[in-house]
């Protein structure tokens, strides 16, 4: 989220709209301050354009700003956006399963850590309700938040996750590698599951990249055959 402001903010809206995207998933550390001083910076965001909305989940960048209820409720009354907060939302072409997709998210893996009050990853209770035989897609801002959800949701069929931001400079790479259990890109972890990890579009602390581009990511999502 370092550095992000209007300008940026309106690129990347355009970016998305202009691939007429179904879906946008935001995978957290959108802001690392308060709404008072970063409201500006993300109003673009009410623009984006899909035909099911736009889906956020918080990273631990948001715990950092000590105002993370506030920004849900921001996002989701001023911008529009489905904020996750251990919950889900089916997307729906018509009433059978066959043609729903539940879209789950959960809080950061950190807010337990330091004891955010009210919040807690919590990927059984996010999942809970989703319709049986709909395919869970589950928003997960760490590769760790990515694990405890494969541990604990058998069925999870794709979990979304950033926070490694690929290392972004040689030699920080090697830590983000060992403490991380997906680093970065692709992953088939197991039979009917896959796990992606993005690069994401910014930095953090240093304004540099090496060895580790920037992304945003379309995901086609095809049915079995």
Not at 166 to 185: M, T
């Amino acid at each position: 989220s370092s550095g992000i402001n209007a300008e940026y903010g309106d690129w990347m809206v355009d970016r998305s709209n202009s691939h007429n995207p179904d879906a946008v998933f935001i995978t957290g550390d959108l802001v690392d301050s308060s709404v008072k001083n970063l409201k500006r910076a993300v109003f673009g965001l009410k623009h984006l354009r899909s035909k099911y909305g736009t889906f956020y989940v918080t990273g631990n960048h948001e715990y950092y700003t000590n105002d993370v209820d506030n920004w849900l409720h921001y996002l989701s009354d001023s911008l529009g956006i489905h904020t996750l907060h251990n919950q889900h939302h089916v997307i729906s072409a018509s009433s059978n399963s066959s043609q729903q997709i539940c879209v789950a998210g959960i809080d950061d893996h950190i807010a337990k850590k330091i004891g955010y009050e009210g919040h807690s990853a919590d990927p059984v209770g996010a999942t809970e309700g989703c319709p049986n035989g709909a395919p869970i897609v589950m928003l997960a801002h760490q590769p760790n938040g990515a694990k405890m959800t494969l541990k604990r949701v058998p069925n999870v069929n794709l979990i979304l996750s950033g926070h490694t931001h690929g290392g972004q400079f040689f030699p920080v790479h090697i830590p983000v590698w060992l403490v991380n259990p997906f680093f970065a890109g692709l992953y088939h972890p197991r039979e009917g599951t896959h796990v992606y990890v993005s690069r994401g579009l910014r930095f953090y602390g240093a304004p540099m990249r090496f060895l580790s581009y920037p992304q945003y990511t379309s995901v086609f999502l095809h049915p079995e055959d």
